[in-house]
């Protein structure tokens, strides 16, 4: 490992960074139920003030939480600039019963701190500000300009950082972002990701009479269950293939050099499969089909149906609604608006005229060019600090990717500390210590080279 200034005052300071780290934990910040998010955000600002950073609170409306805006300006590269998002708010700590301790603890157990937010997304952010902290304490500048951008709303959506982004548009400049966080294997290879996919989330209804009826009559009165499965039909095919017409029609092939990659990416069949209980994949799909399926493939998944008699033993009733929710993945050209006006299109043409189709969510999928210069600093840092990394095309998952490079028109690369099984969203919750330490060095290697790019 190559040893660069910084890391000794990281090493020295990892108590610090713990304390810290604690600090945020113990003040709960759950965006879904609009708890302590006022109060972590002022505490996120005053740990920036403490280790150097410029911090200040920005708002765009009174009922809209607020974002905490950090900033550090290079005395010796004044024209270049990283921009760290991360979020504060956290998800709800709920089920109660299954924490081993309190789940606002913070709690240390030998090489893990425990509690909602350790990795998700608390422990990546304090290994952001660490590193702008050792370069500030050794040498009294940073390579490059530092900017912070940290939401409260990231666990319900992300509904305002768009506009936080327009409004504060000069201010939150930069020339690259480190997204707000990563996954780092079991192997112990941080993951660095390139994109993400987009969502449209719909929900689509139909009442067929006024009221439930005996369900005898289901000889005259048509079932609104029934029309819905007939529905659902027509939207996909049994191998996954999305049958609205024109969805794939913008849609890029992968270049040469993202199948190289793809090819690349590790992926465990047997431990997949064992970890789910099941015995093979949609479509049958097989060792590269897979890789590809989860970097670019589009879903249409049933996320939830509800008609009827759902009790205990029998009913024989014959309801008068039935409504299913519906989430799609979108990829890279995939407009979500555009998408679902061609779902109600089709719903159309194939004689569903009569459903209800309503838009919940919509986001666009994003991802940054493999040919960018910053893919490579990256690359550089993580292998540094790992020892090793896995660079990967587009996570599988969604985030509001493609606001930031729309407006900042930046590239945006994802890379941190969260240990794949580190439990986020979920009871006993918890980072590990090693891989805070490491990824707070990996932010040092990717100031100091992107300063240098
Ligand atoms: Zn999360």
Redesign the pocket.
């Known amino acids: 490992m190559i040893i660069i200034m910084q890391d000794k005052f990281i090493d020295k300071n990892m108590p610090i960074l713990i304390s810290d780290l604690q600090k945020l934990i113990r003040q709960p910040s759950v965006s879904a139920k609009n708890l302590g998010l006022e109060e972590c955000a002022r505490l996120v600002v005053q740990i920036m003030r403490k280790a150097g950073i410029k911090s200040e609170i920005l708002r765009i409306g009174t009922n809209v939480p607020p974002i905490v805006y950090g900033e550090v300006k290079s005395v010796r590269n004044p024209n270049k600039t990283i921009l760290f998002y991360n979020?504060y708010d956290?998800?709800p700590e709920e089920p109660l019963e299954l924490w081993n301790d309190k789940p606002f603890s913070g709690k240390r157990k030998g090489n893990k701190i425990y509690g909602r937010g350790s990795a998700?997304?608390k422990g990546e952010l304090i290994t952001r500000i660490k590193a702008v902290e050792a370069f500030l304490r050794t040498t009294r500048d940073v390579p490059c300009n530092i900017k912070f951008l940290v939401e409260g709303e990231?666990?319900v959506g992300s509904m305002h950082v768009e506009d936080y982004l327009r409004k504060y548009k000069s201010k939150l400049s930069c020339d690259a972002v480190i997204w707000e966080?990563g996954y780092v294997d079991e192997k112990d290879r941080p993951i660095i990701s390139l994109g993400m996919k987009g969502l449209l989330y719909v929900e689509l209804s139909i009442q067929e009479s006024i009221r439930d009826a005996h369900s005898s009559l289901a000889v005259l009165i048509e079932n609104p269950a029934w029309r819905l499965v007939e529905a659902l039909k027509v939207l996909r095919e049994k191998k996954g293939r999305i049958l609205i017409k024109d969805w794939y029609k913008e849609v890029d092939n992968f270049t040469n050099k993202e199948l190289q990659i793809i090819a690349s990416e590790p992926f465990d069949e047997q431990s997949f499969k064992k970890e789910y209980g099941i015995k093979k994949f949609v479509g049958n799909k097989k060792g590269f089909e897979i890789k590809k399926a989860l970097v670019g493939g589009p879903t249409c998944n049933i996320a939830g149906f509800t008609s009827g008699y759902k009790g205990p033993g029998a009913k024989t009733v014959l309801p008068s609604t039935a409504l299913v929710k519906i989430d799609f993945r979108l990829i890279p050209k995939m407009n979500p608006l555009k998408q679902f006006t061609r779902l109600k299109q089709h719903l159309k043409e194939k004689g569903f005229g009569d459903i209800q189709v309503r838009m919940i969510h919509g986001e666009a999928a994003s991802r940054t060019s493999i040919s960018d210069k910053f893919v490579q600093t990256v690359k550089q840092a993580a292998n540094e600090s790992f020892g090793k990394s896995i660079l990967s095309v587009s996570s599988a998952g969604t985030g509001p990717m493609y606001s930031f490079s729309k407006v900042l028109k930046a590239p945006c690369i994802s890379i941190g500390s969260t240990y794949v099984f580190s439990r986020?969203?979920s009871p006993n919750e918890f980072a590990r210590i090693v891989l805070l330490k490491k990824t707070t060095k990996c932010m040092c290697r990717i100031i100091k080279k992107f300063g240098n790019q």
């Open positions: 979020h956290v998800q998700d997304d990231e666990e966080f986020i969203h």
